[in-house]
């Protein structure tokens, strides 16, 4: 097995991949966000239950590769029970990182530096981006305008 | 077997031969090649085949000793450039059965070739109300330039629809076909789906309500043997990146009455005939569809890579290929779960196998496979409503070519194993 | 000196040095063919130059090892040659001093792009009345797609006039462009005469009317260093075949805003994001006029040919073509009767050089050429509206480049003395 | 000095070029007729005067390379004084001869012989061809309408 590909396939990857957080529906959400990107046929919907400015529960559902899904997943478990500025921030941290940046991941966010992997396989940082994008388009859409119609993004335009 | 095809014009092609892939192998230098610590098995030929040592050496050749630009030129390099440049023309011409080399236009490859036709003849011919038959399965090549032309025009594309084996639906032919009709454009060989249509069969339909037929051949031509005449299309369309010859150049074959009354596509050099400040006369055919300093190099040498083929004998290829086709569809049955897209059968397929995992998505398998040193495709093989058809977002692809051989197909099984282990375990 | 360019990102490049022919030339074999018992004079530059090893080797290496369909693969090859790919559009957009990548748009030629321009831009911009600026001077590349487009649109054809010394007429400018001018087209160096046209300086007039600025940079790219900003061009149109580089590779360079803007040029694989059977949506740039499997090889082969120019320099070129240019027009003079168009001091000009005899017709000069080796063009050169304002049919061309020094020159005006004997005496 | 220029241009071609015959104006021509080459920039002009069915004089006036005036000097030496069907006969084996077919010039027009070597050099046969063309053309045309308009040729529609 060569190396880059398990660099890229970190075991808690393919852990989050296998068993995704988040996946339990949300009846009662906030915040929709779609994602979508067409060349690759990923597919995401994210959607967030807010309190006051925490988002207090997050429903991700991803069809897509094992980037894709554990990215989604990733985001789940890091998002939940944070303040909007706070998910703001790591969600902007998290895409300078995909794009080559040297960033800090800090330390309670151990999980995420796993997706440092996929920047080796440039034709899939958009995977691993999507689920950030289509968050950070609904948090926005929800300060804008908290009752607007849900927000459709893709990554396949940044690369 | 003699596969290092030179300028000789080839005898009449062998029948019934068995290739001798091992001597097939020794003449693609990048077989030689390892990918991450494992030889190359390349499983990608439907995306672009790889090149012999005699269309690489043609190139070579061309650039040490002939290279000049063509057509107005009164000196021995540019007379010798002209004619390799026109010999590969009446070459073409008659390896799809052309009636002459002035039906062969040359272009950047079938997509541009598709393009070249939507707009000149399409221009020309296509009006409000005007219907164009297309097929579920075709490549963007072949449906985007058609459905931009009918929005232009206020036209209207109808699709013949895919049976859930993958074979076209024909049962409603006679409606989707049908006095509107102007125009019927069907892939030769499926991409995704491996199936090879019965062109001649939809021609016929086609030529009772007047309609032109167009058929997209760009997998077709590396496989089988073409006749266009046999076919009943009066425009054919290939490129010669995925039959062993370089990249940037492509073939649009039409009959000779219907070249000569289209518009030009692009305009500059080499197309006119006359130009004033106030009046333009266009150039004979075909140079009327080629402006400008054309890929004379690749051209040049895409003539190597047509004697190849012809010494191998398409027939033999296609023999070939069905076989292997069959082997792989065998082995690759035996993974669970693991869903096969296109005809089971042989009879009307060629070497493009389309498969998905129930678990595991076609980039994961692709980026598996290429830690074994297994290039493959997966995607949506420009076939997005094809895609939507079939319910997938994407597959993973493996196509096959000349110089791949059973051993190769095991090497690809046995991969799959490891990846089920890999990501689901 | 190091002329082998290699995929190393050159260093500074080198000021103020002179070209060593003699080096240069051993990098190109064909200038070791004999051509009719003679020793090849290849002087038809302009036409097509000759590639240097670094560039054939380039091809050879690329097929042997890296051949792959790009952008959609998720295979080594695939990412191999997508790499190899886009780095040579980031070596263009250096080139030319271009903001980014996306605004590089790889085509087949000079022609390609500007017919891309004319069909894209033009449709969408060019409307009944409005005017469009070109010279008298221009290749048919970049007229009649102006002029066909004019003709589909009751659009008007303006035109810059040239001086006898054969350098453009400004004089009437401000007449010429004015507020109803859409686009002010150029070429930056003629390929009959010769002169280099002060983009900068026209430019600045159409941009006071807000006027498109183009300007057909085939002859120039190869000449001179090529800074789009300096040059106030909104696009930029040039073919890798002129400049050292594989045919079948061109570039039209673009400003984002106005590339953003423009519908697609062909449509299909690659440069769709989205195609459904009633709904397409593009590609981002540059993909969006990249459709179809591009000319891969070749492409990432015009990266060497890149290399090789930055290694000896552009500055070094143009002045070493300016000094050859001198030489030949000062000996060409020593012929009496010989008849030389475009410039005759070399500040402005570039290494064409048209003449004719008062006797006898420049394809005669070419053949007789020929038979002493000496390739030379002879012809309208694509520039008819040219020859009518010239009073002439046809021009004999001289064309130069790196590889040609003066003994080359001298060559060439001994054989045509005797030429003078051979037709008149 | 290569032997195959030495082909095409042949001694004969070099004296029919340098002193053209038939190079003397017509006041008086029943048939006129146009032949252009646009990529070669060859440009002649045939006119005839007729008496009966001979073609009693002819003028014939070329602008071009040293194969088209030569083919329009021989061409005008040739026909004068022959009958419509002579000419039209000698026109057609010269037009055979040019593009490559193997046929026998006749004795008495020995001069025409000289022209094969032409076929050596595929992009001047058209140089060659022009004057007959051209000829053949104003013919027909006036067999068709002898008070007609002049026809206008080319042959670079059948390289
Ligand atoms: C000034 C000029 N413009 C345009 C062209 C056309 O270039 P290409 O034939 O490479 O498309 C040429 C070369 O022939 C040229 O010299
Ligand atoms: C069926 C089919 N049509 C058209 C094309 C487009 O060919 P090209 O990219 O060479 O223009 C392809 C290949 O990608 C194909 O498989």
Redo the contacts with the bound molecule.
Sequence with gaps: MSSSLDDMYRDIILDHYRAPRGSKPLPMADIHSDGHNPSCGDDIEVNIQVEDDILKDIHVNCKGCAISVASGSMLAETVKGKTFVEVQRIAEVVKAMLKGDEVEIPDDLGDLDALKGVRQFPVRIKCALLAWVTLIEGLKHYADDPKGAKPSVSTEKED | MHTNADKKTTATPPVHRELDVETIRADFPILNERVNGHPLVYLDSAASSQKPRSVINALLEYYRRDNANIHRGLHTLAERATGAYEHTRTHIAKFINADEPEEIVLTRGTTEAINLLAYTWGEQNIGEGDEIVVTEMEHHANFVPWYQLAQRKGAIIRRIPITVCGHLDLSDIDTIINSRTKLVTVVHMSNVLGTINPIAEIAAKAKKHGAIVVSDGAQAAPAMPIDVKDLGVDFYAFSSHKMLGPTGVGVLYGKRHLLEAMPPFNF??EMIQEVRFDKVTWAELPHKFEA??PNIADVVAFDAALHYLEDLGMENIHRYERDLTAYAIERLSELPGLEIQGPRETEQRGAAVSFTDPDIHPHDISTFLDSHGIAIRAGHHCAQPLMRVLGKVATARASFYVYNDRSEVDTLVEALKDMRKYFCL
């Design positions: 500059g050099g400008g300093t």
